[in-house]
């Protein structure tokens, strides 16, 4: 099965595929010209796909109307009700979730598996991100650590060699008075 929003975008036979597409084993649908006799909600569901933004809100929210009477399975009917949603999201990927929300008039969007998705799915990603963010800030700051502890264990052994607190200080790249406050430290009193 082939589906097209119009027939308009048909590229037509491609030498590629002809025997395919001349079989009986593929069939053409073009949604702007499905006609359901009986409003099947199925059928309205997908044609919401090409249904225009001014309109699919609207659309939407009889389809969701519809489907909380007419389908009697509760699994089914959230299902499709999560198609519908998922459908507007991506067709009206300018709004927030909040006017979509308000939009289709669902005031347990929150319990849908889509907004379930999505809440894990940023979860997932903040938590991702800030563990990276931590690790790289974590990992920069013991290495500040132990450059400044690997410095002051330097100065020690320098002074213990005899060298004065501003050849010390010029060459560990040290202010020169925390230079002297750790030869005060070491030297007794």
């Known amino acids: 099965m082939i589906i097209y929003p119009s027939r308009s975008l048909d ?10 597409l001349e079989s009986q084993r593929v069939k053409r649908i073009y949604l702007d010209e499905l006609v359901s006799e009986t409003r099947s909600i199925g059928i309205e569901t997908v044609k919401l796909i090409i249904e225009s933004e001014e309109s699919a809100a609207a659309k939407a929210k009889q389809l969701i109307e519809q489907a909380r009477v007419e389908v009697i399975d509760d699994i089914t009917q959230r299902e499709l009700i999560e198609l519908i949603e998922t459908i507007i999201v991506y067709k009206l990927s300018n709004k927030s979730r909040e006017e979509i929300i308000a939009m289709l008039g669902l005031n347990e969007f929150k319990q849908t598996r889509l907004y379930q998705d999505v809440f894990s799915e940023g979860l997932k990603e903040g938590l991702k991100e800030g563990l990276k963010e931590g690790l790289k800030e974590g990992l920069k700051e013991g290495l500040q650590e132990g450059e ?7 100065v020690r052994r320098l002074l213990a060699l005899g ?10 790249q040290l202010d020169a008075e925390q230079v002297r406050q750790i030869s005060q430290q070491q030297s007794p009193n």
Not at 148 to 154: F, G, P, V, W
Not at 163 to 172: D, G, K, P, R, W
């Open 11 to 20: 590229i037509g036979k491609t030498e590629r595929y002809i025997e395919l």
């Open 163 to 172: 060298l004065s607190v501003e050849q010390i200080a010029t060459a560990l």
């Open 148 to 154: 400044r502890r690997a410095k002051l264990e330097s």
